[in-house]
């Protein structure tokens, strides 16, 4: 963990300054980006390191009071914040946020907004660079610079963030990606007893701008186009949904790289749902790993703990509300059946992930933009190559897989409703067949079997298990998943027996639960809270003989390894050639993991592994 900014100077919100245009000049500076500690880590990969190395800020310029001279903020990567480390002059370039394209003809650079008087000296424009000086005693807080044409259009503008305290940065055992220690533009981290500089600032989804005080400074009375938002980054869109006159749900990078529209300084991003599961992926935090709730303050979570805000939010009309008591926090996502912006909304001791107005100004907490490498536990099995067989017809969405009591076949369910028997196991997969057992009307996601019975238990979508009996033609439903009523197609995918037990996942939350045969609920768990990058649970299988439990998430294209209680995350192997891994099956005989797919043409792989 490395410090970024280390300041110990107060700081107010002004706002006659803060949302008065200035005319000004001066430049500003931040510390390098965070390194890149490794590209995404392959399950083999180094040891992880603690985190991004995030370097103290730059020293003084010789000459700060001359612009262009001093340090380049866009070296390492250019961006729509830049943080400020030490008093200077700094400069960066005049292009589109994360990006290298130009924002233009630039006439002159201004100040729009400080929420500290006098925080930037001057702001001048010259030979592509925005360039910068600060005082020489710092002043923390928060601005936003411009790029203006000949006629004052603004082209681009720039967030400026100089933090009092130092923003440390860790995965708290939350995530594989760092994440601040703070909200983005708060000038110190939040804590049990958090105040109003822990706040940070406040943004519409998917715009590139904050807004810095209680109220925004002015209002647009509906909705804008992308390009009116950047031409008015002080402008409020005030409206009952989306600020976005024609909704792009790409702006802040869902499912991609970052974007030139991410408010996020170098080397950081607004993060996706997948990034941080247990905040994003959860349906309440209270009670997930490090939670506590520190009344009227701030919530806090992971190991070692990092805290949240309660740090109000702007209403679709533009007002402050609900500081002390509610925060909403944004993601990358947005729910496109109704056009609004996902995060977590949390007020006191409860919480609820959805999809939220996006016209609403929320906070955003940013990540590191690389991920941080698993490395699989000493002793764990090498995966090795792969084989498969397609069938092109016959078996209809494969989604469950286990051994038969003596190992010479598979069982396998499908969506459809089918019970199939895979044999011919030895000859190559080539040489596998199958024969349709039983069919009728259920959405089966998951098969597997009691070893001393040979009796089938079946998880079947939403929320039930059925008992399938020799000669496997008639079923019984033996108990309800009340947990996963409400889950539709999001629900059970999974089962496997476990030491007399069931254990049943879904797909919703990556969640697990533990059943007794006669239908008693022992516990629940949420994968992600255990194992930071868990979507969902495809399949899961327990492999009695190395007490590990395997879990297929077709989501994040992997292959989670645990302990068989479920504490420890053990290994994890990458199945991203499998287009919808749904099935999981340990075969010791055979030195294999057999895996399915519910593609368009149903397939098993066999993977095989050393060590198994």
């Known amino acids: 963990m490395k410090k970024i900014v280390a300041f110990l100077l107060t700081i107010s919100c002004l706002f006659l300054v803060c949302c008065g245009p200035q005319e000004q000049t001066g430049l500003v500076i931040g510390p390098p980006p965070p390194s890149d500690s490794g590209e995404t880590g392959t399950p083999d990969g180094p040891d992880s390191p603690d985190g991004p190395d995030t370097p103290d800020g730059p020293d003084h310029p ?42 233009g003809s630039v006439s002159k650079a201004d100040i729009l907004w400080e929420t500290t008087g006098g925080m930037i000296k001057e702001v001048v424009y010259g030979a592509n660079y925005i360039n910068i000086a600060t005082p020489e005693t710092l002043k923390p807080g928060n601005a936003l610079i411009a790029a203006k044409n000949s006629s004052g259009t603004i082209l681009w503008s720039w967030h400026i963030w100089i933090p009092k305290t130092a923003i440390e ?88 790289s970052k974007t030139i529209y991410d408010p996020c300084p170098p080397g950081y991003k607004v993060p996706q749902r997948e990034d941080v599961t247990i905040i994003f992926r959860t349906d309440n935090l209270s009670g997930e790993k490090g939670w506590e709730f520190s009344s009227g303050n701030a919530f806090a979570l992971g190991n070692p703990k990092v805290w949240f805000p309660y740090s109000g939010y702007l209403d679709v009309s533009g007002n402050f509300v609900e500081a002390g008591s509610q925060t909403k926090i944004w993601n990358s996502h947005m729910d496109t059946a109704n056009d609004q912006g996902y995060g977590i909304f949390v007020t006191g001791n409860s919480s609820n992930r959805s999809s939220q107005k996006a016209a609403q100004g929320g906070s955003v907490r940013c990540i590191s933009e690389k991920q941080q490498p698993f490395t699989n536990e000493p002793g764990m099995p090498v995966q090795g190559s792969y084989t498969r067989k397609v069938f092109d017809s016959g078996v209809e969405e494969l989604s469950g897989l286990c051994l038969s009591w003596d190992k010479t076949y598979l069982w396998g369910v499908g969506d459809q409703g089918e019970l199939y028997k895979f044999t011919n196991l030895d000859g190559g997969v080539d040489a596998i067949t199958y024969t349709s057992v039983w069919k009728y ?27 399938v009996p020799s000669p ?96 420890k995350l053990k290994a994890i192997y990458d199945v991203s050639f499998i287009g919808n891994a749904e099935s999981v099956c340990v075969d010791h005989q055979r030195n294999c993991v057999w895996v399915g797919d519910d593609g368009t043409s149903s397939k098993i792989y066999k993977i095989t592994f050393t060590g198994l």
């Open 441 to 467: 009307s259920a959405d089966m996601e998951g098969v597997t079997i009691d070893p001393g019975s040979t009796m089938l238990y079946l998880g079947i979508e939403s929320d039930r298990v059925y008992r």
């Open 62 to 103: 010789e000459s700060p009071d001359t612009p262009g001279q001093g340090a380049d903020l866009s070296t390492s990567g250019t961006a729509n914040c830049y943080i400020i480390t030490a008093p200077g002059t700094y400069k960066f370039k005049t292009v589109k946020g994360n990006g290298s394209t130009s924002v």
């Open 169 to 256: 940065a860790d995965m708290y055992d939350l995530s594989w990606y760092t994440m601040m220690d703070r909200n983005l533009g708060a000038l110190e981290a939040a804590s049990a007893s958090a105040g109003q500089d822990s706040y940070g600032l406040l943004y519409q989804w998917g715009r590139k701008d904050p807004f810095p005080c209680r109220n925004a400074s002015s209002k647009n009375g509906g909705t804008m186009s992308l390009a009116q938002s950047i031409a008015n980054p002080t402008t409020f869109a005030d409206n009952s949904g989306t600020w976005m006159s024609s909704v792009d749900k790409t702006v802040w990078g869902d499912g991609g």
């Open 472 to 567: 496997y033609n008639s079923k019984t439903t033996i108990f309800v998943i009340d947990d996963a009523a409400n889950m539709g197609n999001s629900g059970v995918e999974g089962i496997t027996w476990h030491k007399g037990d069931l254990y049943v996942g879904a797909q919703s939350g990556a969640t697990l639960w533990c059943y007794t045969l006669d239908g008693t609920k022992k516990w629940k768990k949420q994968l992600g809270s255990i194992a930071p990058g868990v979507e969902e649970v495809g399949d899961l299988y327990y492999d009695s003989e190395t007490d590990l439990l395997w879990v297929a998430d077709s989501e994040a294209h992997k292959l989670f390894v645990f302990d068989g209680d479920v504490t």
